[in-house]
């Protein structure tokens, strides 16, 4: 057996199964390897970025790693603004690179580069593979799922695949999340009984229905319940427990912060403004307001929540009444096809949302709809809806994936249309197709100080505009394999969400719309 | 004036005066500066991996640096495999990366990475911009023009570009290449007089006119003339001399070296393969053949090898004739491809050639066509050659280029598409449609032992093939607004080629061609 063989078959044994794929030739035993394992799948991707995303889709909606499949450094570097955002979520994920034989390495040939150094901006744990290939695979995917889970970089040297004598190695045991003490819990229960102005911040893994249930037993005794602005996984809708996130703007984060006397975190840091902006403290918690950790991201938070609501008197739950909004007419904007994502969610939907200014209005519309999760973009690298929803189709086949994007995030990573093709997979991309950088149209007002009433320059109208020419989504898709239709009204929108819906396989719905923002100094 | 302001006007002093420019929030008081600057272009790319294609393929072409604009680390990580590309090429670069505020980097935000390890394992010259706004500007451009030029990469924070108090500084003194010690050319002047095997091997700046004149009359003493793989922009055609590429393949390679006693580098380095193989050296010299450096990258070449000539006895230096092959018919291949190339490319053309195994015969095809500028994958990270095209025609706009792009690279940047038709530049490109990931298609059989005849695994399969679905690239360009047309015979072909040549603007021309190497197991 030869070091890539042990590797994928040490992957294997430890529920590794599904790879996202873009080899180059140091790879090639490796995809030598997974052509011995036939119940494996291996996903192409035209382009690293969308295999990346793709595995943080797939291990946020399984907890269990997907591996990646990576060509030297070229390969890793197009696909780390992916990783960064799977490690932003926590994402458990074995990101698996290829490397020039170890005695290439030296001769620093035309695609040598510091992988090391690229993989340590993004990884909690990198090695470089020895001839112990098994061991150091098995060690990958105990580091990858270690609580709350991580981007473990395994880096495989040409030779290490290709020579003989490796042998697989047996899974390590799983590591569950820490408990936290009682002492803890009870220091929380005590300002949580203060009668004091307080609450609570899920984050990481208490934003799913178990968390929740018991954060919403807790907030029941007289807290607020908030999560934070992108939460890897939401689980949302009818029947649990509605959690305000909290906003993307620092005044508007801070509005719903004010007042507060304690914040509970759990899972969560305290919160500090997206971006920084002149005169403006990053900081968003108030001065006065004292923070509190009941569970660290690591840390078993249903556990704690659930011994916290115990120490508290027994109050009940309030949960999402099951409301959906009627259909929407007329114009077709980013509030009405909100109001027709609401009106048809399926139950047991997973959103992709990188809808960014346009999805203002999904969260009330969608709020009463059936169980469903909500994936966000954890990190603000953009470019990450489309793989994304690659990902959570492939370790859910047997849910809808609805996946809500703007049309310059999704031009960043289009070659995931390909891959859904390629794969069959049940996604419904509604492109926001505004022509703009809508909230870079936004923050340049809110940054540039007033020009005296003068235009913009060249500059800006060029740089936040993506018309001249407008884009064709439709026709994007199509060239891809992907079925298309473009909505100018909420009737067309609504009907083609319906059909779209209803039919297995991938569609994209370019929604034009007008954006939220645009230059406020007419040029 | 603020640092933003004193950047801009520096480096516009300096002579930058394109910015190929995706920027985000803490990027806005950039984008402000530039719309103080009307006499700047700013150059909007969806893609940061396209931006930094375009600031290479400018840099090569006209000697001085364009600048990139990119939004904080995961803006940088989507531009590395292109500023990778542009290291190999040793192309002057000023990669301009925004920051957040000095104040907001602990606060560890979502978009908070580490940009200065990005930022090192692509660049010569990394700085952090700090007060001296201007300062940082000027070296910036000193750096990437240092001979032979490379990235250096300016991290902006954004409080240093919206704070008062900077100013502009004055240009640095450009540094000239290096001269050549007498004593280093007179060593070689003798090994050239030995009348043993010799071969100049030429690369980095050397592929130009000047000094491939200078290297003809130096060979036509008796020594063969070869360049480096993958030259950064390797003048050929009609009256200029003709030089061999060195082989991609190491088994070629060695071929072409084989016997040689003497092998003389000017700006290239000693060649090694491109990939390591299991039993076969990297190193591609011959073990008894004496390697000298006459000049390194950074060294006046034109100088060394005039200097060398006249050592020499005198000898009248071959060049090109004119000849170009008769347009083809019949089948459309990446050979029938070539032959229209050959005989359509216009005088004074830039090539951008990522055609991959696709180009074969491009170098014999085109060898006699009108003096023309040939730029290639310095760096084998694919997704380089749209990107490259866009940088290539804004440098040059009275100068057509033709783009040689393989699919599966395209595929990689194809938003470059997009900035084409909004520049209107005068692009032809050519897509090898071949559905295949032909060169891996090559390296699976070289690489993998045989499987005792057993058919190819179903990741092979999935893998290294480009089809189901087939990926439709006229209609691809078209949905980012380039005409586009699809030829299926040799003379669909020539006649679209010639269409296109004769028209402004960009054009796709999606060639469906047989992959040169395919699946050598029936599945």
Redesign the interface.
Known sequence: MNGAEAVVATLRACGVEV?F?N????E??L??A???E?A?R???C??E?VATGAADGYGRMTGRPAATLLHL???L??G??NL?NAR?AATPLVNLVGD??T??KP?????E??ID??A???SGWVRRCSEAAGLHAAAAVAAATAPPGQVATLILP??IS?SPGASPAPPLPLQPPAPVPDDTVTAVAAALRSGEPTAILLGGPATRAPALRAAARVAATGARLLCET?PARLERGAGLPTVERLGYLPEGARAQLHGLRHLVLVGA?AP?????Y?ETP??LVPRDCHVHTLAGPGDDAVQALAHLADLLPHATAATAARARPEPPAGDLTGESVATAVGALLPEGAIVVDEANTSGLWLPAATAGAPHHDWLTL????I?QGLPLAVGAAIACPDRPVVCLEAD?SA??T??AL?TM??EGLDVTIVVYANQSYS??EM??DR??PT?DGRA?????R?????S?????????A????VPAARATTAEEFTAQLAKALNEPGPHVIEARVPPLFGPSHAS
């Open positions: 790879y794929a080899p180059g030739t140091s090639m035993h995809v030598a997974l052509d011995e036939p494996l291996a996903v192409p035209l382009f970025g450094g070229p390969g570097g197009n780390l603004a960064h932003r020039h034989a005695h290439h001769l620093d040939a035309p695609l580069s510091d150094a690229l340590g901006t993004v040409a030779d290709w992108f840091r500090v403004s997206f971006f920084a002149p990053g900081l954890t990190g603000g690298a470019g310059g031009m960043y289009p070659q390909w093709a390629r909230v870079l923050e340049y940054l540039v020009r913009r320059g060249r500059a800006a060029d740089l936040l505009d993506l001249r020419p407008d884009l064709d989504f439709a026709g994007l199509q060239a891809m394999g």
